[in-house]
Structures are given as structure tokens and as C-alpha cells.
């Protein structure tokens, strides 16, 4: 089974087929300057139209994938695209205006272009629906989150899963034993090229205290570039 994996950035589109269920890549590629006034690329079904005018060559496609950076309150798991869906997701374009009308833009061009295939949109914020509200609340007036939405949401889950399961798996066994003597907060740390810390998120606990930075001490693993580190944390956070 060929399914065919979408990450749709403002001025891009990021692609991976891979073979399932082995999770095999046999293909991948990176369409830029999407939109760009010199580009012979004019927008995302143009450039989903290059993809496919490679891939179709050699393959069918089964299934398609998407990343899509906001699902605001609506989508706690991956759904299956519908009218509805691409309604919801129009609606919290104000959220991510950079990345939701991209992500929109494939969407639709997949449903042009391949309106038989089944697509699937995977949310960066679903993880974090989970936080209750004094987690996810900002000091600020509550009208600003009745009637805007402007709350705490967390970008990044799917990265930040990835790394999370690989951690599981590759360091089960020296985890269980730590475990033993120590509660377990795993600190997820995402660098970017540039190595600058983007973002990051505990898992488990401590809980997060939003209006100053504070937090119990806790007992953490750290992983940074694949590699898992232990140590303790207390006091203030950064």
C-alpha cells in the first residue's frame, strides 16, 4: 500500500511516499518557491501536479497523509477529510495563518486532482487538547478566548511523538529500572537547524504553571540530538 504524505508550508511542499506497513520511504522530495512571482510553480495545486506527474509514472497511490498545523478546539486525532473537516480547519486558519491556508491549499488540490483517493489530516495541536483549562488559559480577559479563540494550544505533537516513541522503545529497559527509585518526566526538546529551541513539552508531569514560568522539582530524562540524558530539575523554570 502507497501512501502518499503532504506537509504544505506557505511557500512549499514537502513530500514522502512510503510503502505500508513496512514504513519504508520510496520516495521523497521538497517542490519550493511555491507562489514566488519568478517560480513557474504558482500555488500548491501546481505544485502537487509536479508530484504527481513524477510519481504516477512508477506508482498508484492508495492513501494520502496530512500535516496540518491547527486544529483548534475541534480535533483531538487524525479524521478522514470531509466538507466538514476542510470547513473547520478554513475556520482556524486566523490561528496559523502562515501554515492553515497551505495546508488547505493541498487538501484541495489532492481532492482536484485525486478525488478518489482517501485523504487523512493529522493535527500538530490534537496531542494537547488534553491540558484543562488553568494549563491552557492565558491571564488575559476570558473574552479574548470566548470570542478569539487566543489560548495555549501546543504546535509540533507529531515531531514530538516520533522522538517520544523512540525514546520508549530504544531505552525501555534503562527507563523501567530508573523508574524504580525515581518518578519519570521526559522533556522533549525540538532544535531546529539553527539550534535554537523551539519548543518543548513534559510529559507526565510536573504541571505547568503559565503566568510565572514556575514548577516543582521533578526528576527528568532529557533527550537532545537522539541522545537520552538524566538529571533533576527544581526551582523556577526556564
Request: glycine share 4%.
Amino acid at each position: 500500500m502507497k501512501i502518499l504524505v503532504l506537509n504544505a508550508w506557505s511557500s512549499s511542499l514537502k513530500y514522502q511516499l512510503l510503502e505500508m506497513p513496512q514504513n519504508s520511504v520510496v520516495a521523497k522530495w521538497i517542490v519550493e518557491k511555491v507562489w514566488e512571482k519568478w517560480s513557474s510553480i504558482k500555488n500548491h495545486t501546481e505544485a502537487l501536479q509536479s508530484v504527481l506527474d513524477t510519481l504516477s509514472a512508477h506508482w498508484t497511490i492508495d492513501a494520502i497523509g496530512h500535516r496540518v498545523v491547527h486544529g483548534g478546539e475541534y480535533f483531538k486525532n487524525p479524521v478522514i477529510v470531509t466538507d466538514d473537516v476542510i470547513a473547520k480547519i478554513t475556520e482556524c486558519s486566523d490561528l496559523a495563518p502562515l501554515h492553515n491556508p497551505a495546508n488547505l491549499q493541498a487538501i484541495l488540490a489532492c481532492k482536484e486532482l485525486l478525488p478518489k483517493v482517501p485523504q487523512v489530516a493529522v493535527f500538530d495541536t490534537a496531542f494537547y487538547q488534553g491540558m484543562t483549562p488553568e494549563h491552557y488559559l492565558y491571564a488575559l480577559p476570558m473574552k479574548y478566548y470566548e470570542q478569539y479563540k487566543i489560548r495555549r494550544y501546543g504546535f509540533h505533537w507529531t515531531s514530538h511523538q516520533y522522538v517520544y516513541e523512540q525514546l520508549i522503545t530504544n531505552y525501555e529497559l534503562r527507563i523501567t529500572n530508573w523508574m524504580k527509585n525515581y518518578p519519570l518526566s521526559i522533556v522533549n526538546y525540538q532544535l531546529w537547524e539553527s539550534l535554537i529551541l523551539k519548543s518543548s513539552i513534559v510529559f507526565f508531569k510536573p504541571s505547568l504553571r503559565l503566568i510565572f514560568g514556575c514548577q516543582p522539582s521533578f526528576s527528568c530524562a532529557i533527550v537532545i540530538s537522539g541522545r537520552l540524558t538524566f538529571g533533576s530539575s527544581s526551582g523556577n523554570s526556564l
